[in-house]
Every structure is written in C-alpha cells, then in structure tokens.
C-alpha cells in the first residue's frame, strides 16, 4: 500500500462505504505519508478510517506499522494483532515479536515466534522473525539459546540445498566428510534478511567473548553488503 496505487480489492471494499471517494484519496494520502516516512501524519489519517471500516484490514495494517515507527508499541501490537486475526496471517509476526520485545513481554514474543515458526511463512518473514526473537534471548541473557537457534537455522539450510543438488545419491556411497566452519556454509547469494541473520549471529558470538567466530561473519557480512548498511566492516578483528 505504499506504491499509491491502491489494490483493486482494497477499492471494492472501501466502496461500499459512504463517500468512497473520499476515504480513498484520504487513504492514498496516507499510503504516501507511510513511504516518505511522514509516519505521524500517517497515523493521524488512518487512526478514523479504521474506526469508520473496521473490516478493511489493510487500515489496521498500514496504521499498526506507522504505530511501530513512531515507537507506540502498545497500539501497534492493538492493530497488528487484528489484522492477523482477521487475515490468519503471520505476515507481520516479526514486528509482533519485535513489539513484545520492546515491551519487555518475553512471554509474548515467543508465543509470536512459535506461532510464526510453525506458520509456514515465506522464508524471509521467517527469518526476520528468528533475528528479533534472537535479539529478545539476548535482551534476558541467553546467549547461548540465541545462537543455537540462529546456527542451527543455517546450519538446516544449507543441508537442505546440499538435498537439493544431490538428490538421488544414496547415503550407502556417501563417505562421512570434516564438519564445515558456519561461514562455509553461508549462501553465495543471500538476501538482505539472510545478511541480517548472519550479522546477528556475529554480534551475538561478540558478546560471548567468540572474538574470531564473529570476526570471521562480520567479514562475510561486509563482503555481500557493499552498501554497508552496517558496522560488520568495523568490527573486525585485524
């Protein structure tokens, strides 16, 4: 909702309300504050569309997200919760957990990331979910629960490629091979959410004290962000 051109079903839905037209260049307006990070003015547009159609749950979408830039994380979690209520979608799961997190709701947040674990999610909503639900196991110290969910994360994934390039070879012919280090097993090409989880997973072994083991993903993290959208580059060891 953020391209200004509303979806054909958002437009049904808002036409069988009054003054249709209205509502709909308010909600465009809206849309356009959200991209140009103008999230308050945002807010303050969409706060009486989502009380007017409260069936629309796209309003509850975009307005629980402004909620969560501008740090409201209660009435974020309010509209959020609803759209995945009415949609039964984990979608937005990872802002959720990141919600809980923020509020110190521990309890919350894994229930959030239990549900989204067990969701079926594209793999990128998946993995921005593990990265926060990482980040809210360190925020009460387990370091360790945070790394074995993230390693082991990649770990699986890499296993599963390796699957699906060697399909048909039979494990009778397969001699057991040297374990690899993580950072051999990380994607050749991995997406921005696959950069972040790498870039967690090496602050986390950081601050266990794992000095190479982070020094040695902060590299592969600099290497496959040439924007350098992070202080990887920074943080690594001479």
């Known amino acids: 909702m953020t391209d200004f051109e509303l979806p054909k079903e958002l437009v049904t839905k808002v036409a069988k309300y009054g003054d249709a037209e209205k509502k709909l260049v308010a909600i465009e307006g809206a849309a356009k504050h959200f991209d140009r990070q103008r999230y308050g003015q945002a807010e303050k547009a969409l706060g009486p569309l989502v009380e007017e159609m409260p069936e629309v749950f796209e309003l509850k979408e975009l307005l629980g997200l402004c909620c969560y830039r501008l740090g409201k994380y209660k009435n ?62 360190v925020d009460q110290g387990e370091l360790g629960a945070a790394e074995k969910l993230l390693s082991s994360a990649i770990e699986n994934d890499s296993e599963k490629n390796k699957r699906g390039k060697k399909q048909g070879a039979s494990d009778s012919t397969k001699t057991p091979s040297k374990p690899l280090s993580l950072s051999k097993l990380l994607p050749k090409r991995p997406s921005e959410s696959e950069i972040r989880q790498v870039y967690m997973l090496a602050d986390i072994y950081e601050r266990g004290g794992h000095f190479i083991k982070a020094s040695e993903l902060f590299q592969w993290v ?17």
């Not at 990141?98 to 549900?115: G, I, M, P, V």
């Not at 921005?128 to 809210?136: I, L, P, S």
């Open 76 to 137: 974020a979690i309010k509209y959020l919760t609803a759209f995945s209520n009415q949609t039964k979608s984990v979608e937005q799961h990872p802002v959720l957990i990141d919600c809980y997190r923020a509020r110190q709701n521990f309890e919350a947040a894994s229930r959030f990331w239990e549900e989204l674990s067990n969701g079926k999610p594209e793999a990128h909503i998946l993995i921005e979910g593990r990265v926060v639900f990482a980040g809210a196991l």
């Open 222 to 238: 600099t290497k496959h962000d040439p924007d350098n959208n992070t202080d990887a580059s920074e943080r690594i060891l001479d």
